[in-house]
């Protein structure tokens, strides 16, 4: 099933049981407090840091710039345009999920939460669940549409289908890495567990000038960068799911502060700022493609990367890739070319850019 349309079944079900049948502490009764839920973020976001490699982003420099020019334009659209309709904390809570998705969500939930404000930390949770309903059909005209040009200069022998390198040696690291056997369930958190509090410590150290999330992104590349710790620690450890479950658990909980009265309030804004947000991010993503001789469709795909991340953009590069070769031959063609910037431009946006920007609007609010 279309990820967009489980996220969509899940919040309704949550706000209309929230109305009908379920307790407000639904999560605390079901073992998901605060605590949790707190460890849950620390320990993800350390993760995602343990994603970034540096050999990749340095490859894929242009496609990653593109991203990041996109979610400039996304941040131009909410709060340049956006702030002759709407009032500037409804903006600030509601750039960084545009910007990303679940984590950001949560960063701001937290903070409109924390300032005594439960319309904006619904807000917050609104736009990761809304956003996919115009960024996955747009990503779907996109990629059709780049599909469609690189397959016509491939059949005119324009373009040659990459050649995939298989080599798969083990990069060296300053620390040597553990051996598999050691590599258990318990090990991997137990790092993740010192990151965190490195990151925690680092944080105070800097009188919380910077976010303490934004610090355990750094350090967890640094970190998977030297060998300290393996990449993607949680799903290593098989411990991905249960931490994913706590962070959605909170992101869905925060639907029990919405009545009826409000959901009504946020209709308009959750249409008004994501539409500025996307039209931002087009026009952005158009210089952008400009700028680095990328064409005009597949820039602004690698931008609305945004609006949902990985798996989704796998799934629909794929399924276009599906859709318009004739041949193995030419799907395989289609995946080579437009895979890889997707995949980059979803990591740049949700795991790397959001976080930061979620990080600095927290303290904005």
Known sequence: MCPLWVSYQTALLFLVGYWTIFPANILEVAGFGPSIIQVSMFLLITHMGTMISVKELIAQWKTFAISIIGICGICFGTLILGKLFFPWDMLVVATPPLTGGVVASVIMSQAATAKGLPTLAVLAVGMYVMQGFAGYPLTAITLNIEGKRLLKKF??????????????????????????????????????????????????????????????????????????????????????????TGLMAFIFGGLAKATPEMIKELIIPFIGIIGFGVAGLVIFSIIAAKIFKESIPMAIAISLNALYGFPVNYTLTNDAAMALGKTGEEVDFLTGEMLPKMLI?????????????????????
Do not use: H, W
């Open 155 to 244: 059949r005119n022998g324009e373009i040659q289908k990459r050649e995939v390198n298989s080599e798969e040696g083990e990069k060296k690291t300053l620390l040597p890495q553990l051996p598999k056997k050691y590599q258990t369930t318990y090990i991997l958190l137990l790092k993740l567990g010192i990151l965190v509090q490195t990151s925690i410590f680092l944080t105070n150290l800097m009188n919380k000038a910077v976010s303490e999330f934004v610090i355990c992104l750094v350090v967890g590349a640094i970190a998977a960068e030297i060998g300290f710790i393996e990449r993607r620690p949680l799903n290593l450890s098989g411990t991905f799911g249960f931490f994913m």
């Open 345 to 365: 431009g979803g990591f740049a946006s949700v795991t790397i850019v959001s976080v930061i920007i979620a990080g600095i609007f927290a303290k904005m609010l």
